[in-house]
């Protein structure tokens, strides 16, 4: 079963940073295709990044880069996001997932965790 746990979100002010963790379990996570997805208070789903395990290749939303950066702990089975100059147009649920895919604002398939909640705030 897979299993998908999200941790590190929590409420900073403008320009400072988050890293958020996705602990992974049951399957093989070194060759997953992984990704972070947002969901802002009222608003749809938001693809962030995407990380692919077999050629470690890496992309972003427009809005997060060279602010975002997406990695993966191969030995731990763990994925990370490290969030600088974070805005409050970042505030939402961040969401890890698996072989996920995102249109219009909702989710197709895939696995997902349950969430972890960034809020940036004077």
């Known amino acids: 079963e897979v299993q998908l746990v999200e941790s590190g979100g929590g409420l900073v002010q403008p320009g400072e940073s988050l890293r958020l963790s996705c602990r992974a379990s049951?399957?093989?996570?070194?060759?997953?295709?992984m990704s972070w997805v947002r969901q802002a208070p009222g608003k749809g789903l938001e693809w962030v990044s995407t990380?692919?395990?077999?050629?470690?290749?890496?992309y972003y939303t427009d809005s997060v880069k060279g602010r975002f950066t997406i990695s993966t702990d191969n030995a731990n089975d763990t994925l990370y996001l490290q969030m600088n100059s974070l805005r409050s147009e970042d505030t939402a649920v961040y969401y890890c997932?698996?072989?996920?895919?995102?249109?219009?604002?909702?989710?197709?398939?895939?696995?997902w965790g349950s969430g972890t909640q960034v809020t940036v705030s004077a």
């Open positions: 997932a698996k072989d996920a895919t995102v249109v219009a604002g909702r989710k197709f398939g895939g696995s």
């Open positions: 049951g399957f093989t996570f070194s060759s997953a295709a």
């Open positions: 990380i692919y395990g077999r050629s470690s290749l890496k």
